[in-house]
């Protein structure tokens, strides 16, 4: 029963910190970071988050490792 109340108290985390980089992320311009590829034409517009994902996936690692450190 512990092993399943440590999997809801990491799915809380784990909403409480997208909710945080979602809310906290458009003052940091996350999204539009130098590095991600916009290509726009006509009638159509390309956007890859290249720099967002690597400073996303830095954030997450972090967070995981501290939670693997406690947990």
Request: aromatic share 20%; no cysteine; proline share 3%.
């Amino acid at each position: 029963m512990a092993q399943f109340s440590r999997y809801f108290i990491l799915l809380g985390v784990t909403f409480l910190l997208i909710g945080l980089i979602l809310a906290v992320g458009g003052r940091f311009n996350l999204g539009r970071l130098p590095g991600d590829i916009i290509v726009k034409r006509e009638n159509f517009t390309f956007y890859f988050p290249v720099m967002t994902g690597v400073v996303l996936s830095i954030l997450f690692s972090l967070l995981f490792k501290l939670y693997n450190r406690f947990f």
